[in-house]
């Protein structure tokens, strides 16, 4: 015969445990609960991010049109506006003026400028300078980009982040599982094309700084997603008496803080960035936070959610021998 006792502690194991207990009684966060909702509004923000920039376009920087860029230095600091007011009343339409370094050190850029006038830029600039500005200014630098040049740069950038795309969906899927490299793809391309969209609604220049704060992006999101990934799959292997949708709550909740923790501070500096950065890297920082802020949703409710419902499911990260075994299972959820 069974005893009283044995019988209420079969009953006891047999009852379904909560969230909570699952995860020794911390409290669980039910992100998912808004996955479907939070998916659709990402997947209508990329539809849109595509159509601007079919609409609007890129405002192309030098590095991709072509032009001249110039590094001038000065006696004395100068407001930009008086140099950019100067050039205008030269004949020079659309200058860029910038600082670099400090208030006596400038950039002056300019679109192509064809004919003899184009070889001898430098010298009508610096006597211009020396005219209207500062008598002892020196121009430091003179860089002409052809327009072939530029067209190669931007294909070059544009192959470049597919190439990542790429090699990061191979090295998920073989770190992981398929369903959960197709998750992390669609998040990192979800944040590219969104940021992209920012960059075309705004009209904020495309140079080469912005490429290389794109291909930030897709690491810093791939490292953040990569951390939820590893977790989930960790409980998958400890935790039998859940469902998946469970297991991955506790996962994004047990891993909330560090991703709190890290965007924070990360965010803290790119706005230190890019207050006092200067102009010349204000599109890097102002792209970059984007991307972090967009990289930390996407995460959860791109990568997560999406390999949810491609089924992933424990059989997935258990090897054949401990999954016959029923090695090492948490003493609490056995």
């Known amino acids: 015969m069974v005893s009283n006792k044995q019988l209420s502690e079969t009953q006891h194991e047999q009852q379904p445990l909560t969230v909570e207990q699952l995860n020794h009684g911390r409290r669980v966060f039910d992100f998912l609960k808004y996955g479907k909702p939070a998916f659709i509004i990402s997947m209508i923000l990329v539809a849109a991010s595509i159509i601007i920039v079919l609409v609007k376009g890129f405002n192309l920087g030098l590095d991709f049109t072509g032009g001249t860029s110039i590094e001038i230095t000065l006696s004395k600091p100068v407001e930009l506006d008086l140099v950019r ?25 300019l679109p192509p400028i064809s004919g003899a006038e184009g070889n001898n830029i430098g010298t009508k600039l610096s006597n211009l300078m020396h005219q209207s500005i500062d008598e002892q ?3 430091k630098r003179v860089e002409f980009v052809g327009p072939t040049v530029g067209a190669e740069l931007a294909q070059d950038g544009i192959l470049a982040i597919l190439a990542a795309l790429v090699c990061i969906l191979i090295y998920i899927g073989i770190r992981f599982e398929w369903r959960f490299g197709t998750g992390a793809v669609v998040a990192l391309a979800h944040d590219v094309i969104i940021t ?17 704060a794109l291909l930030s992006v897709i690491g810093y999101s791939l490292n953040d997603t990569i951390v939820v990934f590893d977790r989930i799959r960790e409980n998958f292997r400890k935790i039998r008496r859940a469902s998946p949708y469970d297991i991955m709550n506790i996962s994004l909740t047990q891993t909330l803080s560090r991703t709190l923790m890290t965007s924070g501070t990360t965010l803290a500096v790119v706005m230190c960035l890019y207050i006092w950065g200067g ?20 995460s959860i409710y791109v990568a997560a959610y ?27 959820i056995r």
């Open 306 to 332: 999406m390999a949810l419902k491609l089924g992933v499911n424990r059989e997935h990260f258990m090897p054949p021998k401990i999954e016959a075994e029923g090695a090492e299972q948490d003493p609490i």
């Open 196 to 212: 992209v969209g920012y960059l075309s609604l705004f009209q904020r220049e495309l140079d080469l700084t912005i490429i290389a």
């Open 85 to 109: 007011s100067k050039l205008q009343q030269a004949g020079y339409h659309d200058p860029i003026v910038q600082y670099y370094g400090s208030s006596h050190d400038i950039i002056i850029r």
């Open 137 to 139: 200014s020196v121009v």
């Open 279 to 298: 102009s010349m890297l204000r599109g890097f920082s102002e792209t970059l936070a984007i991307g972090i802020l967009l990289g930390t949703i996407s």
